[in-house]
């Protein structure tokens, strides 16, 4: 069975920092694709960023670009997500998600951590 | 960027009726379209890829249709399970964008 657990999330003050992470298992972690998609409390989803099996191909949306660094650890079969300088409008519960296979849909999702940005 | 437009924003309906909630995206995407269900307080759920492929596990009553820019997702026949928020996502490039959800309410 396939599970991902994030963890990570909490309250931060504006301009902290907080690491997230997504522990993998039931499936070949290192074979696939890993994304980060977040959703703002009442809000539409919103895709955060992908890393590709080999970690040679990563994107960002334009929204975190520059302050968060997504990375894996193939061999602990983790994904992470490193957000810095976060804002309030960062304020969601952020899912992590396996690629469909061949395409940049999201076919497995954890439950998601959420991360609440407030003075 | 790709836009993705997503309508109705909400609809009521009855069980047992025929829904259908489509997706517009601003530039050609082929067939790169994924329907997603989401049920309060719980992750979303991938129904549909591909603009037309069903998950496995997914019933029959959900069917998606469409290429290039238009893309439908129609529930054939409305049961008490399905009343949740449904989105859209266009899988063709990065930065990847989703539809703005539609809410299938009870009547």
């Known amino acids: 069975e396939v599970q991902l657990v994030e963890s990570g999330g909490g309250l931060v003050k504006p301009g902290e920092s907080l690491r997230l992470s997504c522990a993998a298992s039931?499936?070949?972690?290192?074979?696939?694709?890993m994304s980060w998609v977040r959703q703002a409390p009442g809000k539409g989803l919103e895709w955060v960023s992908s890393?590709?099996?080999?970690?040679?191909?990563?994107y960002y949306a334009d929204s975190v670009k520059g302050r968060f660094t997504v990375s894996r650890d193939n061999a602990k079969n983790s994904l992470f997500l490193q957000m810095n300088s976060l804002r309030a409008e960062d304020t969601a519960v952020y899912y992590c998600?396996?690629?469909?296979?061949?395409?940049?849909?999201?076919?497995?999702w954890g439950q998601g951590t959420l991360v609440t940005v407030s003075s | 960027d790709i836009q993705v437009t997503q309508s109705p924003s909400s609809v009521s309906a009855s069980v047992g009726d025929r829904v259908t909630i489509t997706c517009r995206t601003s530039q050609a995407i082929s067939n790169w379209l994924a329907w997603y269900q989401q049920k309060p307080g719980t992750a979303p759920k991938l129904l549909i890829y591909a603009a037309s492929s069903l998950r496995s596990g997914v019933p029959s009553r959900f069917s998606g249709s469409g290429s290039g820019t238009d893309f439908t997702l129609t529930i054939s026949s409305l049961q008490p399970e399905d009343f949740a928020t449904y989105y859209c996502?266009?899988?063709?490039?990065?930065?990847?964008?989703f539809g703005g959800g539609t809410k299938v309410e009870i009547k």
């Open positions: 039931g499936f070949t972690f290192s074979s696939y694709t």
């Open positions: 998600a396996t690629a469909c296979s061949g395409g940049r849909c999201f076919y497995y």
């Open positions: 996502q266009q899988a063709n490039s990065f930065p990847s964008t």
């Open positions: 890393i590709s099996s080999s970690s040679s191909s990563i």
